[in-house]
């Protein structure tokens, strides 16, 4: 199959559609879960932060209030190099916004001095160093700061950058890149899996429905699916019509073989005991003439229930084909050759040109008679001198046959009805025949799932054409 | 030659025992396929024409018990049933032959005629002599009262049938079979064509190939 069909197929795939729904919604619930999850985190964090430095922002408020700031800066120093915990920044401002006292951490940007020109007390520019504490590494870190009023109006400020909560949502922001995308895979794998074994049956009713369709193998059922629910069901209704269909057919096969059966026997019996009386040499003529009839007339009745069963059979479409793999200019040679002599006979000139092999998949015999009766439709109706001209040639992956003749054409009102059964055009009611030939022809190539059409030549006589569907895609032969 | 006739039509099984009688067998009829396996354990047969639809044992079975005792018995299958499948399983139960009803007698008496033959490893002939009319198959020559004719491939293959034949009826469906190879009517009879081009050849009088009118054809060897 190609690629466009397979992606055709596959946008017509119930089960894909079901699938991307699926995935779709389960990254979104995925990902909605994720976040709740994150802010949850990051806030918790962040409180459990501010409880913390509310912690040592008493503690240090107590040592100022108790030992005043010699003991506060021996007590930071100490702090600063345990190793558990964060390193803090802690500074006392005045009421003024000055800066009394500072402790920065070690992993933070000390001072960052920067020369500025400033205009002194004299009219003129003096430069001098602004300095300021710049938080580490980058801006997205925050920093979280607690303040207390101390006793002496100071403003003792604890902080700590939010590094700490970064550290621990970042793995967790890569962590759900990775792992929801994996979750989003398997996900819709899953989905597709799931999808395809619930519309499995959907797909054994539609292969079901074409292998009958193009095999007429009437006794082909859908497996039931093992779980009993609403699918189960179809299928089972589905098996049961075809159940019905195939009992219908059997029972009007049945019928017509009976009838054939029925008529057959006296038939044969009737013309078995013609045929050997007329093969006793005593006998008048009168007599040997009236069963010579007998035998005759019976030899059509029993051509004529022949071709009609066959008709009824295959527009019935309970036409049993034995196909096998062939060559269709084998085939119209065959028919050709078979009515070589009576075109001679006729003076007809009776033309077949073989070209490259038409390889179809058809009954051999019944194909070869419909081409026969399709020049033997010609013969009859070119008059003596005219010529019956066969084609055969593969148009887009069909083998189309066509017979032209030089007679006198169909009327266009006529050329759907002569494919009827027992019609007969005005021109031919002198010809003999049983008028069952076309229909015949159009039976059998129909139940081949071609078509029979007739059209008239520009210059003179009529164009019969056969066109059987792609030889090559056929199914194999039963 | 005794032939076993093992049909429940008895219309039908009254022309075949009598034109077989008439071709000088010995014939023995039973309507029923027991009767018939009870008879070829009595009598033994030059070959059986036993129907495949019969009341009781039916002729498939019948012929697959006769095989499982006596496997040598030329058997031709008669049949209503004329699809490839039928003809297969009656092959396939043991059948030499299938003919499809309904059939010339003529047709019945020739297939007949060539199972026995085929049976008693008759050697085959490579001269063919009919009255005046010769046929060397190997030389694939022919010769009427003495004289060379030459013929088309098709017409050969006809006079042989004929001469295959002698003095014996010959249907054109028989003719269609054996020359083209065909097994239904085309509706133009194109074995009356080809025919009438062989009598142009070698029997412009019409004295030696007769036309029996719903029979068939005859080529005779007393002229």
């Given at each position: 199959m190609s690629f466009t069909g397979t992606l055709n197929q596959l946008r017509h795939s119930v089960a894909l559609r079901l699938s991307l729904w699926f995935t779709v919604l389960f990254a979104i619930g995925f990902t909605a879960v994720f976040a709740l999850l994150y802010v949850l985190l990051g806030r918790q964090l962040e409180a459990r932060e501010g409880e913390v430095l509310q912690l040592r922002l008493r503690q240090y408020a107590d040592i100022y209030e108790a030992r005043g700031l010699d003991g506060l800066d021996v007590r930071t120093e100490e702090d600063s190099y345990t190793t558990h915990g964060r390193a803090l920044f802690v500074r006392l401002v005045a009421r003024?916004?000055?800066?009394?006292w500072a402790r920065v951490p070690p992993d933070w940007i000390d001072q960052d001095a920067k020369n500025v020109a400033v205009p002194d007390g004299w009219g003129g520019w003096t430069v001098r160093k602004i300095f300021s504490v710049r938080v580490p590494r980058d801006q997205e870190q925050d920093l979280a700061v607690v303040s207390a009023m101390l006793s002496d109006g100071f403003l003792l400020q604890v902080g700590r950058s939010t590094d700490n909560r970064a550290a621990l949502l970042e793995p967790l922001r890569r962590t759900f890149i990775w792992v929801g995308s994996a979750a989003i895979l398997v996900g819709f794998i899953v989905a597709v899996m799931a999808a395809r074994r619930a519309t499995r049956p959907l797909h054994q009713v539609v292969e079901t429905a074409r292998h009958i369709i193009n095999t007429g193998a009437l006794d082909a059922r859908v497996p039931m699916p093992l779980r009993n629910d609403d699918i189960a069901e179809l299928v089972k209704h589905f098996n049961t019509v075809l159940d019905k269909n195939a009992a219908l057919l059997r029972s009007m096969r049945e019928a017509l073989d009976n009838v054939a059966h029925d008529l057959r026997t006296p038939l044969t019996s009737l013309r078995g005991s013609a045929e050997l009386a007329l093969t006793q040499p005593s006998m008048d003529n009168a007599a040997r003439d009236a069963l010579a009839d007998c035998v005759e007339r019976s030899d059509e009745v029993l051509r004529l229930l022949r071709a009609l069963m066959e008709i009824s059979e295959a527009e019935a479409g309970v036409l049993r084909l034995e196909r096998s793999e062939n060559d269709f200019r084998e085939l119209t040679n065959q028919a050709v050759e078979l009515y070589a002599d009576v075109a001679e006979a006729k003076a007809i000139k009776l033309e077949f040109a073989p070209g490259a092999a038409v390889p179809v998949n058809v009954d051999p015999v019944r194909m070869r008679q419909a081409v026969a009766n399709l020049i033997d439709n010609a013969i009859k109706y070119t008059p003596s001198g005219g010529a019956v001209a066969l084609k055969l040639y593969l148009e887009s992956g069909c083998a189309v046959l066509e017979v032209r003749d030089t007679g006198p054409g169909v009327p266009e009102a006529e050329q759907v009805r002569i494919w009827e059964r027992l019609y007969r055009g005005?021109?031919?009611?002198?010809?003999?025949?049983?008028?069952?030939g076309l229909s015949l022809v159009r039976a059998i190539v129909m139940a081949h799932g071609g078509q029979a059409t007739v059209r008239n030549a520009p210059e003179r006589g009529a164009i019969f054409e056969v066109r059987l569907p792609d030889a090559t895609n056929l199914p194999p032969a039963k | 030659m005794r032939i076993l006739v093992v049909e429940d039509d008895a219309k039908i099984a009254s022309f075949v025992v009598k034109g077989l009688k008439q071709e000088g067998y010995a014939v023995d009829h039973a309507p029923d396929g027991d009767t018939g396996l009870a008879l070829t354990a009595s009598t033994t047969y030059d070959a059986a024409v036993v129907d495949v639809m019969l009341p009781g044992l039916d002729g498939l079975s019948l012929v697959k018990r006769l095989r499982a005792s006596r496997a040598e018995l030329p058997v031709l299958f008669l049949s209503a049933r004329s699809t490839v499948q039928d003809r297969i399983a009656g092959l396939q139960a043991g059948g030499d032959d299938y003919l499809t009803k309904p059939f010339a007698f003529a047709e019945l008496s020739a297939r007949l005629q060539a199972l026995i033959r085929r049976a008693t490893r008759a050697p085959e002939a490579t001269r063919l002599k009919v009255g005046d009319v010769e046929m060397d198959l190997v030389g694939r020559v022919v010769t009427v009262a003495g004289l060379r004719v030459e013929l088309m491939p098709r017409e050969f293959s006809l006079l042989e049938y004929l001469l295959r034949h002698p003095n014996r009826h010959v249907t054109k469906t028989m003719i269609l079979e054996h020359v083209w190879d065909y097994s239904f009517d085309p509706q133009t009879n194109v074995v009356d064509v080809l025919m009438h081009r062989l009598r142009g050849k070698i029997d412009p009088e019409k004295r030696r190939i007769e036309t029996v009118r719903g029979v068939g054809y005859v080529i005779h060897g007393n002229t």
């Open positions: 003024n916004g000055d800066v009394v005005d021109q031919s009611r002198s010809q003999s025949g049983l008028g069952l | -």
